[in-house]
């Protein structure tokens, strides 16, 4: 089988070949952080109707079809906001998902909401590292299972990220942990040694490269395992290709030297991941992404489903238009622009509230969800952009706690802080400078500390903050104090702007 040109017989395939040829072969299409972009992103990629064009394309092409989700399908727009899940599972049940497994974002709404709408998500829902026992999320999910191709037993398994310091405790409370490295070598081994299996997909929600967090990505999974054959990954946004990549490399040896492939497809859906095992060789000799954009729209022939989308794309639609303020210039995510902005709202919106003479605000630039267009900004790109169930808070920490949590933060490149805090860090996150209103930040000090409630609970890794003084918990969601604070803006006749200069950048030893 090649997939290297178009072919137009009873199905159309776009961008993608699929030939007859000796022998059978399994053909896995797979997608990962989607994270609930049910329609085209701002930028008019992705989109689930063109995805689904796709797949069906390619189940009229081929015989040994499986459709694979690696996690993270909602948080991220409105649909998941307003809805709770509702659409985006539904909506994995229509695309006909074969495996699914849950990021650590299907758990921002807590165990229950998670156990209530996934347990009827018809996918084989795998999780090989988790244990549920006497949670409400006992029996939802299965440690592999085994498909039959032309002869040959496929196990497929399940791999999520340890959920301390990523997954709020009252989230996941009762939830066992097996090392992702432990749980690999034995559910693989057990596969292939006492169930006959030729051959051991890991889906994995524990991102591509975790070696500079100290953490376990696939990466460092492979490299120290014998019985994964392929890894169908997530969480990390990465986009992985097989060609043309020198960046991001989709082979990588396991603890035996075997190359084995890799593959994320990016985020928002904007991909597909096609993989091609020829069955014979149990080799994967081809992998490669297609890009889900407008070249579909002409194929989409859903009434069912769109007729089902329809009350909650109404919803979504009138937030979206409603303006609330208009932005001074496009402001991309990352650190830059838009999270100074982010941080130095928060700091303005919670000393207001608290009453307080705080010392800065920080913030994570994961929570910033979407970019901030130039000109008109509607209620809903707010929301959309802050999505997160996310509470105000100041807490207080020492000069020693605080240099801890910049650490932790230089570690991943950085994270958003207001205009009060500049940090200089080496290329191994370690902390060359440190300035609160332009003096160095002293280890016995206390400072009061803007942020949210998320990392105030040690979330993203914060563990530090966990130890801080809470001096004020606010009680409303954190995207509706940044709705109020920018239509007063709009009252005073300003627009949202801010600076792009980084406030925490990587210098030179």
Same mark, same amino acid.
């Given at each position: 089988?090649?997939?290297?040109?178009?072919?137009?017989?009873?199905?159309?395939?776009?961008?993608?070949?699929?030939?007859?040829?000796?022998?059978?072969?399994?053909?896995?299409?797979?997608?990962?952080?989607?994270? $609930?972009? %049910? *329609?085209?992103?701002?930028?008019?990629? #992705?989109?689930?109707? &063109?995805? =689904?064009?796709?797949?069906?394309? !390619?189940?009229?092409?081929?015989?040994?079809?499986?459709?694979?989700?690696?996690?993270?399908?909602?948080?991220?727009?409105?649909?998941?906001?307003?809805?709770?899940?509702?659409?985006?599972?539904?909506?994995?049940?229509?695309?006909?998902?074969?495996?699914?497994?849950?990021?650590?974002?299907?758990?921002?709404?807590?165990?229950?909401?998670?156990?209530?709408?996934?347990?009827?998500?018809?996918?084989?829902?795998?999780?090989?590292?988790?244990?549920?026992?006497?949670?409400?999320?006992?029996?939802?999910?299965?440690?592999?299972?085994?498909?039959?191709?032309?002869?040959?037993?496929?196990?497929?398994?399940?791999?999520?990220?340890?959920?301390?310091?990523?997954?709020?405790?009252?989230?996941?409370?009762?939830?066992?942990?097996? $090392?992702? %490295? *432990?749980?690999?070598?034995?559910?693989? #081994?057990?596969?292939? &040694?006492? =169930?006959?299996?030729?051959?051991? !997909?890991?889906?994995?929600?524990?991102?591509?490269?975790?070696?500079?967090?100290?953490?376990?990505?696939?990466?460092?999974?492979?490299?120290?395992?014998?019985?994964?054959?392929?890894?169908?990954?997530?969480?990390?946004?990465?986009?992985?290709?097989?060609?043309?990549?020198?960046?991001?490399?989709?082979?990588?040896?396991?603890?035996?030297?075997?190359?084995?492939?890799?593959?994320?497809?990016?985020?928002?859906?904007?991909?597909?991941?096609?993989?091609?095992?020829?069955?014979?060789?149990?080799?994967?000799?081809?992998?490669?992404?297609?890009?889900?954009?407008?070249?579909?729209?002409?194929?989409?022939?859903?009434?069912?489903?769109?007729?089902?989308?329809?009350?909650?794309?109404?919803?979504?639609?009138?937030?979206?238009?409603?303006? %609330?303020?208009?932005?001074?210039?496009?402001?991309?995510?990352?650190?830059?622009?838009?999270?100074?902005?982010?941080?130095?709202?928060?700091?303005?919106?919670?000393?207001?509230?608290?009453?307080?003479?705080?010392?800065?605000?920080?913030?994570?630039?994961?929570?910033?969800?979407?970019?901030?267009?130039?000109?008109?900004?509607?209620?809903?790109?707010?929301?959309?952009?802050?999505?997160?169930?996310?509470?105000?808070?100041?807490?207080?920490?020492?000069?020693?706690?605080?240099?801890?949590?910049?650490?932790?933060?230089?570690?991943?490149?950085?994270?958003?802080?207001?205009?009060?805090?500049?940090?200089?860090?080496?290329?191994?996150?370690?902390?060359?400078?440190?300035?609160?209103?332009?003096?160095?930040?002293?280890?016995?000090?206390?400072?009061?500390?803007?942020?949210?409630?998320?990392?105030?609970?040690?979330?993203?890794?914060?563990?530090?903050?966990?130890?801080?003084?809470?001096?004020?918990?606010?009680?409303?969601?954190?995207?509706?104090?940044?709705?109020?604070?920018?239509?007063?803006?709009?009252?005073?006749?300003?627009?949202?702007?801010?600076?792009?200069?980084?406030?925490?950048?990587?210098?030179?030893?």
């Amino acid at each position: 089988m090649k997939l290297n040109r178009i072919v137009l017989s009873l199905c159309f395939v776009l961008a993608l070949g699929l030939v007859s040829a000796r022998g059978e072969h399994l053909v896995i299409l797979t997608m990962n952080d989607t994270h $609930s972009h %049910v *329609d085209t992103d701002f930028d008019g990629k #992705g989109g689930m109707l &063109r995805q =689904k064009v796709l797949f069906d394309s !390619v189940l009229c092409a081929e015989k040994n079809v499986m459709r694979v989700h690696a996690g993270d399908a909602v948080q991220g727009t409105l649909y998941f906001s307003e809805f709770k899940g509702v659409v985006e599972y539904e909506m994995l049940n229509k695309m006909n998902f074969d495996v699914v497994i849950a990021g650590n974002h299907e758990y921002d709404n807590g165990m229950d909401d998670l156990a209530h709408y996934y347990k009827n998500v018809k996918a084989s829902r795998l999780c090989s590292n988790y244990d549920f026992a006497g949670t409400v999320l006992e029996g939802v999910f299965e440690p592999y299972i085994i498909r039959e191709f032309g002869g040959r037993k496929i196990g497929f398994i399940g791999l999520n990220l340890d959920p301390n310091g990523m997954i709020v405790d009252t989230n996941s409370k009762g939830v066992g942990f097996t $090392s992702i %490295v *432990d749980a690999a070598n034995a559910v693989a #081994g057990m596969l292939k &040694r006492e =169930k006959g299996v030729d051959f051991v !997909v890991a889906v994995t929600h524990i991102g591509y490269d975790m070696s500079s967090a100290e953490l376990v990505g696939d990466v460092q999974m492979v490299q120290n395992s014998t019985d994964i054959d392929l890894v169908i990954g997530g969480h990390t946004h990465t986009k992985i290709e097989a060609k043309n990549n020198t960046k991001v490399a989709w082979l990588v040896p396991n603890k035996d030297g075997k190359l084995i492939p890799i593959t994320q497809t990016g985020n928002h859906g904007k991909a597909v991941g096609i993989i091609d095992i020829d069955l014979e060789t149990l080799k994967v000799v081809d992998y490669r992404l297609l890009p889900i954009d407008k070249r579909y729209d002409s194929r989409i022939n859903y009434p069912e489903i769109e007729s089902f989308l329809a009350p909650y794309k109404h919803v979504v639609d009138s937030l979206m238009n409603r303006e %609330v303020a208009v932005s001074a210039k496009a402001m991309s995510r990352g650190l830059g622009a838009l999270s100074n902005w982010t941080s130095d709202a928060a700091r303005d919106i919670t000393a207001k509230l608290s009453g307080m003479k705080v010392d800065c605000a920080i913030m994570n630039k994961g929570g910033i969800r979407r970019s901030m267009p130039k000109g008109s900004v509607s209620e809903g790109v707010i929301n959309s952009m802050y999505p997160f169930d996310n509470r105000l808070m100041v807490i207080e920490l020492t000069g020693v706690q605080l240099l801890r949590s910049l650490e932790i933060m230089a570690m991943r490149g950085g994270d958003a802080t207001s205009s009060d805090l500049i940090v200089e860090f080496t290329k191994d996150g370690k902390i060359k400078s440190a300035k609160i209103k332009g003096k160095d930040v002293k280890p016995k000090k206390k400072y009061k500390v803007v942020t949210l409630d998320y990392l105030a609970n040690g979330g993203d890794y914060m563990a530090p903050f966990k130890e801080g003084k809470r001096l004020f918990a606010d009680d409303v969601k954190v995207s509706e104090r940044y709705l109020d604070f920018i239509e007063n803006l709009t009252l005073e006749g300003k627009m949202i702007d801010a600076d792009d200069e980084l406030r925490m950048k990587q210098v030179s030893e």
